[in-house]
T-cell receptor
Framework: KAGVTQTPRYLIKTRGQQVTLSCSPI?????VSWYQQTPGQGLQFLFE???????NKGNFPGRFSGRQFSNSRSEMNVSTLELGDSALYLC?????????????FGDGTRLSIL | GDSVTQMEGPVTLSEEAFLTINCTYT??????LFWYVQYPGEGLQLLLK?????DKGSNKGFEATYRKETTSFHLEKGSVQVSDSAVYFC?????????????FGKGTLLTVNP
């Protein structure tokens, strides 16, 4: 069974630009979550989607947005990039997102802002 | 809100030494608890989980027991190997109805020397 696939693996952008990251969950998984990982803040929850609906959102500015498609694939978008947005962005999937289901992570997209 | 506190690293051990990484949590209700491991340049891999009090999760020689009375989920391994060198994260998933997210500790870097 293929794992969670994130594309691209690496991105370099400049301040003020916008970026879109993509995530394909494990086949059959309908819940997709996004996390930001930085050395200073650690792993922080961005948002979670299930059946194309956002069910939970972390404490991030409105520049961070996401969506989920009918095939459960998900994208996240960051607009007006800032230096502080440099991070590893991780996507995770689970069958339905219930608290007793482990989340399965992709290898992440490393975003660097110049 | 939910929170996870894990022992600060880095932890450096010799091969075949005993490993303990402490993890305590704060959450309402009965959360599920997880340990994840991250190798350099990769995403998070689920190491083990426990979904109710007194459950013991185990995998690859690692163990952790869900202690409700002490709100703890300490990770242990009897004999570490060089290949265990990685960053270890303790995490919880709250049982609240609209939670759908993982809350992580800061991570503990483990280095095992031959």
């Amino acid at each position: 069974k293929a794992g969670v696939t994130q594309t691209p693996r690496y991105l370099i952008k400049t301040r003020g630009q916008q970026v879109t990251l993509s995530c394909s969950p494990i086949s059959g998984h309908r819940s997709v979550s996004w996390y930001q990982q930085t050395p200073g803040q650690g792993l922080q929850f961005l948002f979670e989607y299930f059946s194309e609906t956002q069910r939970n959102k972390g404490n991030f500015p409105g520049r961070f947005s996401g969506r989920q498609f009918s095939n459960s694939r998900s994208e996240m978008n960051v607009s007006t990039l800032e230096l502080g947005d440099s991070a590893l962005y991780l996507c995770a999937s689970s069958p339905t997102g219930q608290f007793n289901q482990p989340q399965h992570f992709g290898d992440g997209t490393r975003l660097s802002i110049l | 809100g939910d929170s996870v506190t894990q022992m600060e690293g880095p932890v450096t051990l010799s091969e075949e030494a005993f490993l303990t990484i402490n993890c305590t949590y704060t959450a309402t209700g009965y959360p599920s608890l997880f340990w994840y491991v991250q190798y350099p340049g990769e995403g998070l891999q689920l190491l083990l989980k426990a979904t109710k009090a007194d459950d013991k999760g185990s995998n690859k020689g690692f163990e952790a027991t869900y202690r409700k009375e002490t709100t703890s989920f300490h990770l242990e391994k009897g004999s570490v190997q060089v290949s265990d060198s990685a960053v270890y994260f303790c995490a919880l998933a709250g049982s609240g109805g609209s939670n759908y997210k993982l809350t992580f500790g800061k991570g503990t870097l483990l280095t095992v020397n031959p």
